[in-house]
């Protein structure tokens, strides 16, 4: 449990998933995406995560991505397997990851339409009870109450609580009400807020970019970890315009971003799988490669 919440404090990398030109899973480009991850020290890779795509992926298909990421990090990296939909098909996902090896398990926020909210934790807490390894709840939604989320922080197999929304209020509210819990809040929503959520006593955050510039993840923790928001603040003025380009589309073009960036750099990962954007405009592609270009300009120059 340590050795998980001790990750959580670092970077959660979310590894996109990469497809053959007939759709189906490229194992292999997976496997090197994941293994260059793992040699950049990416502190806990999450398997089949949003970044991932995994609401687009088959029962089958998220197993394969969880087995083939839990190889190839061999031990270098935490892996965090992502598991979901249904409780029953959650659970199912979890016992499997964890037999391939998996360290965590990170369960999906449930996002049927008609879901009550303290029910959405108590499926968390069910999962947490399910589970042989340490539990992270990603929780994508201010709905729900302090109380549940009190019970969340104090269950003793959830490692940590991923919050994924901007209400800072809740967010600074929950933390003082969990100062007698030893689980981990962390920002899910990446590089961006993190200075803010660190300020309000959150710890790591989660990372799309790190699948393209995995050293300005770094330096952005290493800077926050120090306190030092200013640094922080300058190295993600560098990649604002690639976090802005992933909320375009209400956040459909999140995973397509990373996707093209990744192949301006020479890995041809695939398009995005629909409901999300499969590509960006061309206005759009040459906003994203500038980007790109001064990025990778400046990690060159450090």
Not at 61 to 75: K, M, N
Not at 247 to 275: Q, S
Not at 291 to 300: E, G, M, T
């Amino acid at each position: 449990m340590e050795k998980i919440r001790t990750a959580l404090t670092g970077i959660s990398g979310v590894p996109v998933t990469p497809y053959k030109t007939d759709g189906s899973i490229d194992t292999a480009k997976l496997s090197a995406l994941i293994s260059r991850l793992a040699d950049a020290r990416v502190h806990n890779l999450m398997a089949a995560g949003n970044t991932g795509e995994f609401f687009t992926l088959t029962m089958e298909e998220v197993r394969s991505v969880h087995a083939a990421t839990i190889r190839a990090a061999d031990g270098r990296s935490l892996v965090s397997a992502a598991v979901g939909r249904s409780l029953t098909e959650a659970k199912a996902l979890a016992r499997d990851a964890i037999s391939e090896g998996a360290d965590a398990i990170m369960g999906h926020h449930p996002m049927d339409p008609f879901a009550g909210p303290s029910f959405q934790a108590k499926y968390f807490l069910e999962l947490a009870e399910a589970s042989t390894v340490p539990v992270i709840a990603y929780v994508r939604s201010d709905n729900f109450s302090v109380a549940d989320f009190r019970k969340l922080a104090l269950h003793p197999n959830i490692a940590g609580i991923k919050f994924a929304s901007g209400n800072l209020m809740l967010l600074a509210e929950v933390i003082r009400t969990t100062k007698d819990a030893p689980a981990i809040w962390v920002c899910g929503l990446a590089e961006g807020w993190a200075p803010a959520f660190y300020a309000l006593g959150a710890r790591g955050f989660t990372s799309g970019l790190v699948n393209v510039f995995p050293e300005f993840s770094h330096a952005i923790h290493q800077s926050l970890e120090k306190g030092d928001f200013a640094a922080a603040r300058a190295l993600i003025d560098d990649i604002a315009g690639f976090e802005v380009l992933r909320t375009k589309y209400h956040n459909g073009a999140n995973v397509t971003v990373v996707k093209e960036a990744l192949g301006m750099l020479g890995t041809d990962v695939g398009p995005v799988r629909i409901p999300g954007v499969e590509r960006l405009t061309e206005a759009e592609h040459a906003e994203l490669r500038a980007i790109v270009d001064n990025v990778s300009a400046k990690s060159r120059a450090a």
